[in-house]
């Protein structure tokens, strides 16, 4: 039972434009969510968090957004850059220290 | 140091053998983790170590034994593995202990093969 889905196994996106990334969720326990990048022969590595508390967490050129109602949260890049090339994966945790992904989503950004 | 170190990269064993992945930080985290991570597939929790004792146990079958000698250190003992086996295992490390969630700082990962 997968309780992080994140459909869409790629995404495609210009240079300079907006890179929109999406996750959604099953369980209503989940209550902290974090998105973490991977780059092919490397760990994952973390990108930005929001707790349920909060609908929306911006760090630069990432903004993440959670609704609650929907079970479902977003990434957001802009401008994207042909460095965030790189799978991204969405987590999401009802209780420390337990913690589950999502599948991924492969970002390719063209210059 | 903001590293967790994974040894080794890769591991090729046959299914009689007996190996060991390790797994070392040296950030002062708390909690341990291994995850198995199957091609296009989410990294699956495994195990879960908060202040060197076992929080979680996901029903992993007990052909994988888990062991935290100390703080810094998580172990991942292997025996009798089957080839469906095969994955790339990850370690993780953060630095709360129960009741906190933080990010998780994770390995390169050991990719193993079972013939």
């Known amino acids: 039972d997968q309780q992080v889905k994140q459909n869409s196994p790629s995404l495609s996106v210009q240079e300079g434009r907006i890179s929109i990334l999406n996750c959604d969720y099953t369980?209503?326990?989940?209550?902290?969510f974090l998105w973490y990048k991977k780059y092919p022969a490397e760990g994952p590595t973390f990108l930005i968090s929001?707790?349920?508390?909060?609908d929306k967490n911006e760090d630069g050129r990432f903004t993440v957004f959670l609704n609650k109602s929907a079970k479902h949260l977003s990434l957001h890049i802009v401008p994207s850059q042909p460095g965030d090339s790189a799978v991204y994966f969405c987590?999401?945790?009802?209780?420390?220290?337990?913690?589950?992904f999502g599948a991924g989503t492969r970002l390719t950004v063209k210059p | 140091d903001t590293e967790v170190t994974q040894t080794p990269k890769h591991l090729v064993m046959g299914m009689t053998n007996k190996k060991s992945l390790k797994c070392e930080q040296h950030m002062g985290h708390r909690a341990m983790y291994w995850y198995k991570q199957k091609a296009k597939k989410p990294p699956e929790l495994m195990f879960v170590y908060s202040y060197e004792k076992l929080s979680i146990n996901e029903s992993v079958p007990s052909r994988f034994s888990p062991e935290c000698p100390n703080s810094s250190l998580l172990n991942l003992h292997l025996h009798a593995l089957q080839p469906e086996d095969s994955a790339l295992y990850l370690c993780?490390?953060?630095?709360?202990?129960?009741?906190?969630?933080?990010?998780?700082?994770f390995g390169e990962g050991s990719r193993l093969t079972v013939l």
């Open positions: 929001i707790s349920s508390i909060k």
């Open positions: 987590a999401a945790s009802a209780q420390a220290p337990d913690m589950r």
């Open positions: 369980n209503s326990m989940f209550d902290y």
């Open positions: 993780a490390s953060s630095l709360p202990g129960p009741g906190l969630i933080g990010e998780l700082f």
